[in-house]
């Protein structure tokens, strides 16, 4: 085993329970179907990625592990799933004997493009650790290690803040890339803004918007507004 290979582990709530934070907008069946959009670019762009050696799914959810089947990813069975921490926990565990680089993403970042991902790779040469913060609300988008041990994961409110006080803790170097691709997510209704909406190609995740006429039915027309600063 090639102990500079690298895998990407992506944990997946179960679709039912997915994206409450979007639930004064958008009804349960819709939550689901925007988390699977969004997992199948997100797997789609983790498999275009050529210095990754696999990828590995953690998630309870049957309908995720046939997503995954579908982009040649392995599965992970997050039997008690108590939360994202536990759930990387678990995967990191699974990694652990083979001694592999690990990047960590969470499902909801469509806009993130396999040269985004390359680079988080690249910079795991130059130091242990690399973070992606998310843009806006102090999370961690991607947590890359260089060995599954060396950080716990610490995901949820001011997560960036607080992997980088573990890293910190365990003098352990870290890089730091402010990448757009990787730092947008969709949690919020905010995160629907116009420049989301009108941009690139936004895969699977854009089509299912475009379904949902979601630029009507929240009132966004093609024009900025300054939902937020991009
Ligand atoms: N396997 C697994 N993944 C989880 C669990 N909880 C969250 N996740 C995943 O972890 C990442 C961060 O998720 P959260 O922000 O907690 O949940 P979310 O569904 O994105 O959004 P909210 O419901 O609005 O909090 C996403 O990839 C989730 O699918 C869990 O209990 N088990
Ligand atoms: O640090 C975090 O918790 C994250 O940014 C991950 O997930 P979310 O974008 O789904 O909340």
Redesign the pocket.
């Known amino acids: 085993m090639d102990e500079s290979e690298t895998w990407a582990l992506v944990p997946v709530k179960r679709f039912s329970q997915a994206k409450g934070r979007l639930g004064d907008i958008l009804v349960a069946t819709e939550r689901a179907k925007l988390a699977q959009a969004m997992l199948c670019d997100v797997l789609g762009n983790l498999r275009d990625t050529r210095s990754l050696a696999g990828i590995a799914v953690v998630s309870a959810d049957p309908e995720a592990f046939a997503i995954a089947k579908r982009f040649g990813a392995a599965m992970i069975f997050d039997e008690v799933e108590t939360g994202?921490n536990a759930a990387v926990q678990r995967g990191l565990d699974a990694l652990q004997p083979y001694g592999r680089r690990v990047l960590v993403v969470?499902a909801?970042i469509p806009f993130a493009r396999p040269e985004d991902f390359e680079h988080v790779i690249r910079l795991l040469d130059h130091t242990p650790i690399v973070l992606v913060p998310?843009l806006y609300?102090g999370?961690?988008?991607a947590l890359a290690m260089r060995s599954p041990d060396m950080l716990e994961p610490r995901?949820?409110e001011d997560?960036?803040r607080a992997h980088r006080a573990l890293a910190r803790q365990r003098q352990l170097s870290c890089s730091v890339f402010k990448s757009h691709g990787i730092g947008k997510?969709i949690?919020c209704p905010i995160d629907f803004g116009p420049y989301l909406i009108s941009s690139q190609n936004l895969g699977t995740t854009g089509s299912f918007l475009d379904e949902l006429r979601i630029a009507e039915r929240f009132g966004i027309d093609d024009h900025p507004v300054p939902v937020r600063l991009f």
């Open positions: 994202v969470p909801d998310a609300d999370g961690t988008n995901f949820g997560s960036f997510d949690d």
